[in-house]
């Protein structure tokens, strides 16, 4: 784990947290960069809901990729970012106003790709679950 690396500077609060992250009401839970998972919470707001009243689907997806993304970014080198070059989702059942909390992973790591996978639970029921695979790039110097 590099304590320099963009993600830990942003928990140190060395550098400002992403404007999605924010907007979702993000707050990280329990982080183990060693065993690559992570659990976060997110606050699941009105403005985010359908004509339904159940919360829109591209926000629980963007939730479960603040969920996965961050269990990578915890493991990653000063300098290093990885975006997510696929995103599958499967919606269990229909999320609520209110708090939801996702599980991430990483499933395989390669030098280069990854393959992470996560779940989004509401009132300990499983509402979405998703993979991704992400790719991990260096910033230019």
């Known amino acids: 784990m590099d304590k320099q690396a963009f993600f830990w500077r942003i928990m140190n609060g060395e550098l400002p947290a992403p404007a999605a ?5 993000i707050v990280f839970r329990h982080i ?3 065993a690559g998972t992570i659990e976060v919470e997110f606050q699941g707001k009105p403005a985010f809901t ?9 926000f629980l997806a963007a939730m479960l ?3 996965m993304g961050p269990a990578l970014a915890a493991t990653l080198k000063q300098g290093e970012f990885a975006p997510t070059m696929n995103l599958n989702i499967s919606f269990h059942r229909p999320g609520q106003v209110g708090v939801l909390v996702g599980k991430g992973r990483i499933v395989k790591r390669g030098r280069d790709v990854c393959f992470l996978a996560g779940e989004l639970y509401q009132a300990d029921e499983l ?3 998703a993979t991704a695979t992400a790719i991990i790039r260096t910033l230019p110097k």
């Open 32 to 34: 183990d960069a060693e």
């Open 50 to 58: 359908n004509p339904a009243g159940n919360i829109q689907g591209g």
């Open 65 to 67: 990729d603040d969920t």
């Open 127 to 129: 509402i979405a679950s």
């Open 21 to 25: 992250g924010e907007t979702l009401g």
